[in-house]
Nanobody, 128 residues
Framework: QVQLVESGGGAVQAGGSLRLSCAASGDDISFDCMGWFRQGPGKEREGLALTYIHGARTWYPDSVKGRFTISYDSAKKTVDLEIANLKPEDTAMYYC?????????????????????WGQGTQVTVSS
């Protein structure tokens, strides 16, 4: 059973950037669909980025495209999310998730229920 641990969150000013990391242990995630989601106060969980590591493919919703970048660090075995030009509306708890199996698609950005392993989350707070 994989364990996912997020890190890298914090309090930043608008316009800044952050790099969040998701460390996976206990299983090989190379052939899985890995994603980053967030949930703000009173909001539903929102898909931000997906990657299928083995196929080197990524997907983003239009709302974050150009500001968010998902990547895999093979040396550290982490799935990272880089966020540029942070805005106060980016304030949320950010979660890493895994969906076992080799199928990964854009549609899963809207389907957090399709992911079967989640980390505890890392808080990002952006002040204006």
């Amino acid at each position: 059973q994989v364990q996912l641990v997020e890190s890298g969150g914090g309090a930043v000013q608008a316009g800044g950037s952050l790099r969040l990391s998701c460390a996976a242990s206990g299983d090989d995630i190379s052939f899985d669909c890995m994603g980053w989601f967030r949930q703000g106060p009173g909001k539903e969980r929102e898909g931000l980025a997906l990657t299928y590591i083995h196929g080197a493919r990524t997907w983003y919703p239009d709302s974050v495209k150009g500001r968010f970048t998902i990547s895999y660090d093979s040396a550290k075995k982490t799935v990272d999310l880089e966020i540029a030009n942070l805005k106060p509306e980016d304030t949320a708890m950010y979660y890493c998730a895994r969906r076992t199996g080799s199928y990964c698609s854009y549609n899963y950005l809207e389907s957090p229920d399709k992911f079967n392993s989640w980390g505890q989350g890392t808080q990002v707070t952006v002040s204006s």
